[in-house]
């Protein structure tokens, strides 16, 4: 049974360019959450995808944005680049009915010069 | 805002001894709290949850507590292993609100 995966593992952007990062929920899941994680931090929400649209969204601009695809799998877009923008970010996956049980994917890991 | 908080930055514990993570969070409305533990270039895996019906949650060496009227949580490992070494999160949710609101972690070391 496949869990979460995220690709690609690692990225190096510079600063107002423009990213996407990939990701498959685990077998079964139809939710996909978005989180990003700065270094000495918890991870913070972004926005969560739902039947191929934005369900929830955190606090952030809109220069990050998301897509769901029909079989579940996901992207995050981020736009403008800035050097803040560096961190690791993870996608979860999680069943609508389930209870906030997320399950995590390895996370890719983006570094803005 | 930060909502869920771990004081702790690091817990180091002997093996075989026991160890608490605490976590404490602001916000009255949160009704679901989880426990992750993450290992280097890994994903957060999930531990162990807690309904806040409920004041305790066990599950083989891994036990959290919940003291709501302090809002707060804590985890216990006993006996602790040098498997355990890692990141903790402490998270919570709230009912209809899919979104996960995480503490800062807290990196426990187990010595041999």
């Known amino acids: 049974d496949a869990g979460v995966t995220q690709s690609p593992t690692h990225l190096i952007k510079t600063r107002g360019q423009q990213v996407t990062l990939r990701c498959s929920p685990k077998?079964?899941?139809?939710?996909v959450s978005w989180y990003q994680q700065a270094l000495g931090q918890g991870p913070q929400f972004i926005f969560q995808?739902?039947?191929?649209?934005?369900?929830q969204r955190g606090n952030f601009p809109d220069r990050f944005s998301g897509h769901q695809f029909p079989n579940y799998s996901s992207e995050l877009n981020v736009n403008a680049l800035l050097l803040g923008d560096s961190a690791l970010y993870l996608c979860?996956?999680?069943?609508?009915?389930?209870?906030?049980?997320?399950?995590f994917g390895p996370g890719t890991r983006l570094t803005v010069l | 805002d930060q909502q869920v908080k771990q004081n702790s930055p690091s817990l180091s514990v002997q093996e075989g001894r026991i160890s608490i993570l605490n976590c404490d969070y602001t916000?009255?409305?949160?009704?679901?709290f989880l426990w992750y533990k993450k290992y280097p270039a890994e994903g957060p895996t999930f531990l162990i949850s807690?309904?806040?019906?409920?004041d305790k949650n066990e599950d083989g060496r891994f036990t959290v507590f919940l003291n709501k009227s302090a809002k707060h949580l804590s985890l216990h490992i006993v006996p602790s292993q040098p498997g355990d070494s890692a990141v903790y999160f402490c998270?919570?949710?709230?009912?209809?609100?899919?979104?996960?609101?995480f503490g800062a972690g807290t990196t426990v070391t187990v010595r041999a």
């Open positions: 077998s079964g899941h139809d939710t």
């Open positions: 916000n009255s409305m949160f009704d679901y």
């Open positions: 998270a919570a949710s709230r009912s209809n609100d899919y979104k996960l609101s």
């Open positions: 807690i309904s806040s019906i409920k």
């Open positions: 995808y739902y039947e191929e649209e934005e369900r």
């Open positions: 979860a996956s999680s069943l609508i009915a389930g209870y906030n049980e997320q399950f």
